[in-house]
Structure formats: C-alpha cells, structure tokens
Nanobody
Framework: QVQVVESGGGLVQAGGSLRLSCAASGSRFSINAMGWYRQAPGKQRELVATISSGGSTKYADLVKGRFTISRDNAKNTVYLQMNSLKPEDTAVYYC????????WGQGTQVTVSS
C-alpha cells in the first residue's frame, strides 16, 4: 500500500511564502508523475502543478511565475514552493502520486490572509 504524506501548510499573510512537501512510500512500482492539486471551499479540486519523473513540469495559469514544483526521485518526494501568495490561494492542497495507480494524500491546509 502506497502512503502519501503532505506537510508544510499553514497560515501566511498575503505576499508571503510557504513550501509544501509530499513523501510517497511503499510503492512496489516506479513513481511516474507527482503533483499538487487544491480545493477551496465550495469549489472543485483543481490542478496546481505536476512534474514527471524526468522533470517536465506543468502549471496552472493562476500560479505560473509564483509557484515552483520540484522533486527528489531518490526520496520519492515532491515539493511546492509557493511565493507571492494571495488570499485566493487559500485551499486544501493535495499531493497526487502516480505509480501503478493514482494515490492521494490527506491534504494540508493553506490559508492566506489579506
């Protein structure tokens, strides 16, 4: 059973920064893409950023230039550096890991105050 554990959320003022981490463990298969999604109250879960095993990245337009996704393949860990945070970035952030199947973390709350 693959375990996906996020950390690094919290409360920050607008304009501030946070760094999220997500570690995957227990996979018998190679981990392919890893990514971050978010869900704000009353809204659907949306893509934030993804990164392939080879390092190719994809970002949602709303976070381009502010967020940076990276990964450490040796540690099966993905990071999300979030800068210039805005109140509209407030959401629960979920880590997604694709190995043989799709796996999700429990989510970490990010709150940006104005």
């Amino acid at each position: 059973q693959v375990q996906v554990v996020e950390s690094g959320g919290g409360l920050v003022q607008a304009g501030g920064s946070l760094r999220l981490s997500c570690a995957a463990s227990g996979s018998r298969f190679s981990i392919n893409a890893m990514g971050w999604y978010r869900q704000a109250p009353g809204k659907q879960r949306e893509l934030v950023a993804t990164i392939s095993s080879g390092g190719s990245t994809k970002y949602a337009d709303l976070v381009k230039g502010r967020f940076t996704i990276s990964r450490d393949n040796a540690k099966n860990t993905v990071y999300l550096q979030m800068n210039s945070l805005k109140p509209e970035d407030t959401a629960v952030y979920y880590c997604n890991v694709i190995a043989m199947y799709d796996y999700w973390g429990q989510g970490t709350q990010v709150t940006v105050s104005s």
